[in-house]
């Protein structure tokens, strides 16, 4: 994944996460080099083709810190 950020002072402060790839978690199993992650090309998307996300820059921008803080239902 690339991060396509703006410039510091531009008024239009939003990124682009340009996706390449999935890599899933599909298990050993259901891969054919027996490793637990396999990448596969975009859904829906031809061979090599991008997918481009737009998404407000700044400190909140990276989609793990959307995660921060939260802790885990009681169970």
């Not at 996706?19 to 998307?45: M, N």
């Not at 909140?60 to 959307?66: C, E, F, L, W």
Request: net charge negative; glycine share 10%.
């Amino acid at each position: 994944m690339d991060v396509m950020l703006p410039e510091s002072d531009a008024d239009d402060q939003w990124c682009e996460l340009v996706i390449r790839a999935a890599t899933p978690e599909i298990g050993k199993q259901g891969t054919d080099t027996g490793e637990v992650h396999e990448q596969w090309d975009l859904k829906g998307r031809a061979e090599g083709e991008t997918r481009a996300v737009p998404r407000q820059a700044g400190s909140d921008a990276h989609p793990a810190a959307a995660h921060r803080g939260r802790t885990a239902p009681a169970g």
